[in-house]
């Protein structure tokens, strides 16, 4: 399997992840994307050795879309802190089931994530181990019963888009672990990672690529211009 490539130079790899591949090794054993484009590098570049590859951020399994990894160590150092201050734009794509209330709207809640099942929970503000969640949406279009929607996480928890959108009553479509009463089964998660705004970690020139979601359901329902 090839990952498509949205930007590459000598300290960056901007790639669209596929759908329902995880981003790294885990206990399924499935190929994952990070092995699949260390892979491809040695290949295409002949190199010797390992390839060094860091990941900074994730998608969750089902999700696909943009991602962005580090082919220096210095590089890696530099998005992760980018990271950590927030000041990497991530912007999503979500077919939810019903409307807002609000067009535009943020969301704040505190989440907790249970190891072990693989679940991320809404907690009290003073629970011991919940994580603040922030992001914003917008309310793009709506049509038989489901809302498109633009939303822009400023902060990144697990699970945080698929638990937020949940919370206040409009899971997304085809999402089997946090919609389970909506979802019906085989249906794939309509939550796309559409945009990825960064300043080069090196040459500090700004970067913007843009993964459009697959055109069928429930992508191909709607008139919004994917390409903006």
């Known amino acids: 399997m090839k990952v498509p490539i949205l930007y ?14 995880p981003v ?38 089902p999700v696909g879309g943009a991602m962005v990894f580090a082919k220096t160590s210095k590089a890696a150092s530099r998005l992760s802190d980018m990271m950590r201050r927030q ?5 999503y794509l979500a077919v939810v089931h019903g409307k807002p209330r ?4 943020r969301l704040i809640h505190y989440l907790h994530k249970d190891s072990k099942r693989n679940q991320v929970a809404v907690v ?14 917008e309310w793009l279009e709506s049509k038989d019963g489901m809302s498109l929607l633009a939303v ?3 902060t990144g928890r697990p699970h945080q888009i698929r638990v937020q959108l ?11 672990k946090y919609g389970a ?35 069928k359901k429930p992508w191909q329902m709607w008139q919004y211009d994917f390409q903006q």
Do not use: C
């Open 87 to 91: 000041v990497v734009e991530r912007k």
């Open 181 to 215: 009463k909506l979802s019906k089964v085989g249906e794939q998660i309509a939550l796309w990672a559409h945009t990825l705004m960064l300043d080069h970690p090196v040459k500090n020139e700004p970067i913007k690529v843009r993964s459009l979601p697959p055109t």
């Open 124 to 137: 009290d503000a003073n629970h011991p181990k919940g994580k603040k969640a922030i992001l914003d949406y």
């Open 24 to 61: 790294q090794e885990d206990a399924s054993g499935d190929k994952d994307v990070l092995t699949l484009l260390k892979e491809d590098i040695k290949d295409r570049y002949q190199k010797p050795g390992n390839v060094y590859l860091g990941l900074v951020h994730r998608l969750d399994r």
């Open 152 to 154: 822009q996480l400023q």
């Open 166 to 176: 949940s919370a206040i009553g409009h899971p997304i479509f085809g999402d089997q």
């Open 102 to 105: 609000h067009k535009k709207g």
């Open 8 to 21: 590459e130079d000598n300290h960056l790899l901007l790639v669209e992840k596929p759908v329902n591949i």
